[in-house]
């Protein structure tokens, strides 16, 4: 079979769309993604579902942090965490996400 009849025919957008494709070990050129991929994936995913948490609104800021530098601008991500509630990014936020822009 050729990798053009392997191709995903869900949308690219979105988490959904990784977690489906990852589901059907294709890659969404349609490519078989390797089976060693895929075993430290899932490895990797099961530790990380017995490990307990420490809040949501702490994980919620960090999914914000994480996602949002990618889209907004330091100051305008910083500002719209305060307004939010969330604290402001730390150093160590602004070091990893922003360092290299």
Do not use: C, W
């Amino acid at each position: 079979m050729t990798a053009e009849n392997n191709v995903v025919n869900s949308d690219t957008k979105g988490a959904d769309a990784i977690d489906e494709a990852i589901a059907k070990g294709i890659d969404f050129d349609g490519t078989p993604i390797p089976p060693v991929k895929l075993d430290l994936y899932h490895k990797v995913m099961a530790l990380e579902a017995n490990r307990q948490r420490s809040g949501v609104s702490n994980t919620m800021r960090s999914r914000i942090i994480r996602i949002g530098a990618k889209h907004i601008p330091q100051l305008e991500l910083d500002q719209l965490l305060v307004e939010a509630g969330f604290a402001p990014l730390k150093e160590k936020d602004i070091a990893f996400f922003y360092g290299g822009k």
